[in-house]
């Protein structure tokens, strides 16, 4: 046998997760989970592995380079999936009879990208969408920002902004400038803002778009317009834009109205401001587009972002089915609440450590730990018969809150003696009632 | 662009799982979490994909066979996890700092191998794994069956039997017939019982081991005893063997010590039986071993196996870490609860959609929606204002409890007209607290 030792380490761009935080993960998606199932979200599961051809089609250029592609055992070309939205539309149109329309799913689970490793981004990460599909009615796109915010909410997050814009705004503000053909191009440009500044976009603009620099200035000076008051008064100072072209009304119509079904809603929608510059998902979306920064942790970027799309699943059907979701990236939200200190993160969710000081009080333990767990006090017994100390150290670092100890007094005569383990204060040889009542009381 | 569509397809021996039994797993991660956080089991989390030679080394050849390796971006040997507990190891020997021994971890995720495509076997499945680390004690064994024991009862499972043995026994009996050295080919011939029979067992092992037919009958013989009686009576019973040999006595009384843990307990002891036959993992486990059918379910097999082992961490580190788990294959799980009818399958977790006749309803739908979920009932607002025939039928595809239906009247009146569907009986025209009343209660 090969006795050399292989160097325990995870794969480069790749992370564990300890016990605390993987707790606080679990809780993250309990938490999330039921505010989507009480807007009738339900969830759904695809496989992590894939046809490429499924994944490759809808993918941008930068995607396909970071796919983890490979050769199966039958020589198929499969790729482990790089996001939740091309099995979704794979998953709809391959069941779409058995499933019941407009569609809404949630979905948590890993993807995986082999980008360059970077501080903070890792190659394997989670993913929580939501998507209602097979509508195209406004009420679907106010739904998703009402589960936005609930589900920030139940995460104890309060300030918290979701920044919200409409495509048809960006594609009327080009048109009125004659560039309907230049949008993307013209997007990808001014997405450099904070990187480069005004005036290097600017003449960017005016180089690349052929255009002078008047417009170039006239066109940042449009997609920088920001809410800053509230949304009635907003609509009003810039309602002289809906006079520009069609486009930009119907974008502004429906912005507006979403806004009135959202301000009827406990919302504060205040957290809700229009940010013309807000483009995402370049090729992707075409309606109500939208991405949410934390105010206390605007370096961090958008921990939530989504918008409506206009045919999901054209790659693999002639149905036209459309869709409004949005997608919670997990990691960088835990690293958030973590640095927000909104995060509990606990060494043991139980709170109750028993104690023996001789093996043959085993059985006895166990019995009281039951008799605990069935009087809703999480318990655990320390497994061996070792020197009280050790044992109390074992409930110190996982921060059990008290110590039952059982020696041999205790044993014989039926007793506990129970430790809080935050004063220091012991009381000796209780009943197992006054011991669940001391634990109660804390 | 190309146009041509993509036929949407799983990958072979891939699954997806739609939402009710999507949800119904969810439900049950919940529930068995809930138990093993009860009994002081932490969550962690490792990645999908680790450096090949971390997993290939402890793995057996035809897990070898079956790994999902390949060569990712940076030219790294890779490969998908086949199991929890490779994983586990590594990720022990590496984080042995940060970790409090005793570790108890749990573990919920997808694992991968090529097998052999059959019918209820995928690719992909899900492995729920729970294990006690750095600690010898028969209380940890008796624990993991405790664990066992309420996670299955947590999900609605009453009739179950978890057949016990001990490695020693095996090692005992055979060690006894001056097999020492024969044991795991020996286990591996009578493994095929019941695909072959005694006889052609009998004969194999006479052939293999190089033996008489009375010693391989009498093999045969000890091999296949079960427990039928209360084990106080069948450790009576089985008494002579403690004196064939250490090994023997040692196993036997390590089983007798477990159960007069377990029988303090509340769990009903009548389920946990010792069968001398199961072995489990051959060179893996050292200590206890088992396996859990369902008694009414013979035929799919275990849905729960683990024992103890001597050491985990070999392969990575010379310090010796001892352990004793088990590990719920959820989707055999699944398969057995959706078969005994035990397992809620649900369309929607709402019970009330609301339905609105016009569009300019929908602000109104909304806060009425978000008014019930405050006050406990889940509900949500059909997207789109047509037919109020097909916004019913979708409440009875989803199964919906009650559609609440804001038409003229009812918006102008600021009341709302609420019909159950089971009984079709519909409330006209009423407040807000009628029709939550009403909802309570159904």
């Not at 009402?146 to 960006?170: C, K, M, P």
Request: proline letters at 2%; one cysteine or more; hydrophobic letters at 40%.
């Amino acid at each position: 046998m090969d006795n050399t030792l292989i160097q325990p380490r995870t794969l480069s761009g790749f992370k564990d997760r300890l016990p605390q935080e993987a707790y606080a993960k679990a809780s993250i998606v309990e938490k999330v989970s039921e505010v989507f199932l009480s807007y009738g979200f339900m969830p759904i599961e695809t496989p992590h592995l894939e046809y490429a051809d499924i994944l490759v089609k809808q993918g941008s250029e930068e995607i396909q380079k970071e796919l983890y592609r490979f050769r199966d055992h039958g020589d198929r070309d499969v790729a482990l999936r790089f996001d939740q939205t091309v099995p979704l539309a794979r998953f709809i149109t391959q069941h779409r009879h058995e499933l019941i329309m407009p569609f809404k799913r949630y979905v948590i689970g890993n993807v995986f990208r082999g980008e360059r490793a970077q501080k903070g981004r890792y190659r394997e990460f989670t993913q929580c969408d939501f998507d209602f599909i097979g509508s195209d009615s406004l009420s679907c796109d106010a739904e998703i920002l009402q589960v936005i915010y609930s589900s920030l909410n139940a995460l104890g997050l309060q300030e918290f902004t979701i920044w919200i814009n409409h495509r048809d705004i960006l594609n009327g503000i080009f048109a009125y400038f004659g560039l309907h053909d230049n949008v993307e191009s013209g997007l990808r440009i001014i997405d450099k803002l904070d990187k480069i500044g005004l005036d290097e976009v600017q003449k960017e603009l005016q180089k690349e778009l052929n255009i002078t620099a008047e417009k170039a200035q006239e066109i940042c000076r449009l997609v920088m317009i920001k809410q800053t008051s509230h949304y009635s008064d907003f609509f009003k100072e810039i309602a002289y834009l809906k006079d520009y072209n069609e486009i930009l009304r119907k974008g502004l119509q429906d912005l507006e109205s979403m806004f009135s079904i959202l301000d009827d809603l406990e919302l504060d929608i205040s957290s809700c401001r229009i940010n013309f510059s807000i483009a995402r998902g370049l090729g992707y979306y075409t309606g109500i587009v939208y991405e949410t920064t934390l105010n206390r942790l605007k370096s961090i970027g958008s921990v939530c972002s989504g918008g409506r799309y206009d045919n999901l699943t054209q790659s693999f059907s002639k149905e036209r089915l459309s869709g409004v979701g949005a997608s919670i990236g997990l990691d960088r939200l835990i690293a958030a609440l973590m640095e927000l200190e909104l995060l509990e993160l606990r060494g043991t969710m139980v709170r109750v450590l028993l104690i023996v000081t001789n093996e043959a009080y085993f059985a006895f333990a166990h019995k009281i730990a039951e008799a605990l767990r069935h009087s809703n006090v999480k318990a655990e017994v320390y497994p061996d018969a070792v020197k009280i100390k050790k044992s109390l150290g074992y409930a110190n670092a996982k921060g059990h809150e008290f110590s039952i100890i059982i020696g041999d007094e205790e044993f014989q005569t039926k007793t506990l003696s129970v430790k809080n383990m935050t004063s220091g204060i012991q009381i000796e040889k209780v009943s197992f009632l006054h011991a669940l009542q001391v634990v109660r009381n804390s």
